[in-house]
């Protein structure tokens, strides 16, 4: 299980940090991924990290703002986002795979965080 938090409102132009712990299991021998999904839209790959945090992937639109993090020590992978835009308003889940090897799909990804909604105002 994964425990979620962070999300809030911003507005634009702002920064959020999401947090995702892992409850019950180890996140250290795993890839983590952040996906996201706006009302009526379809799930957005985000980013996702590797079993050791040596590599990391982005969603075109995220590159260049958003940072995907962990620290194995606390158990927890960390999405910084910065320079927020309102197109980046959604619910964002964690979700770890049964591989260190990071990936874009969300199908490869079998434990979904609770969701947190981020919200940027205009």
């Known amino acids: 299980v994964q425990l979620q938090s962070g999300g809030g409102l911003v507005q634009a132009g702002g920064s959020l940090r999401l947090s995702c712990a892992a409850s019950?299991?180890?996140?250290?021998?795993?890839?983590v991924g952040w996906f996201r999904q706006a009302p009526g839209k379809e799930r957005e790959f985000v980013a996702a990290i590797n079993w050791s945090g040596g590599n990391t992937y982005y969603g075109d639109s995220v590159k260049g703002r958003f940072s995907i993090s962990r620290d194995n020590a606390k158990n927890t992978v960390y999405l910084q986002m910065n320079s927020l835009k309102p197109e980046d308003t959604a619910v964002y889940y964690c979700?770890?795979?049964?591989?260190?090897?990071?990936?874009?799909?969300?199908?490869?990804?079998?434990?979904w965080g609770q969701g947190t909604q981020v919200t940027v105002s205009s």
């Open positions: 019950g299991r180890t996140f250290s021998p795993y890839a």
């Open positions: 979700a770890a795979r049964n591989s260190g090897w990071a990936s874009s799909e969300a199908y490869e990804h079998a434990y």
